[in-house]
């Protein structure tokens, strides 16, 4: 075990094998420490670094049964941000009375180090099994204009369905309730990991 510099305990995963340290920049993901943060200060670092959503309305966050943020720290500095609730959609996603989890949010440092995001996504499923064992499922959606869906992949997730902006809000029995325009247009794919 190393201590960093407030005190708390990080885990070293290949202790044969050190990580050369690189001063106050972190040079592997492996350096990173991930945990739960305010709810407030996700929705911060989400406005520095998300690509097409840097705004999040908080009581969307709030309102949720099931919600939680986690940040991904070294030495006293975030370079990463994840935002999770209740899906979006709600019930209408598991017509079998299962509990989902949605990632609403997930943003990264420009300069954190490279393979940050497939580190922090494995820690924060098991944060998220330990936290809420009633969840099923998690999900996700990558909007495909600026990202493929690598850390997705990377990480065991499964592709399940493309999705359009005219069927964005379209409620499973077809009627859907009158959205505003979407504040990222394109295609977007849904990402599904059962737990």
Partial sequence: MAIDSRGESIRVVHPL???EGGGSIPTSPLQLHVGEIHVTR???LNAIWHSRLPNVVRGNIDRNTH???FGAEYAGNFYASAIWSSPVAGNRLSSDGTI???LRRFAIASDA???????VMAIMVRLLRVKFP????LISYHDTDVHSGTIYKAAGWTATKKVTDSNWGVRSSGRGRKRAPPVAPGIKVRWELAL
């Fill in 113 to 119: 180090p490279k393979n940050t995001a497939s580190r």
């Fill in 100 to 102: 989902w989890l949605e």
């Fill in 17 to 19: 094998f050190p990580v």
């Fill in 42 to 44: 996700a929705i911060q």
């Fill in 67 to 69: 919600s939680v943020c």
């Fill in 134 to 137: 009633d969840v099923t499922r």
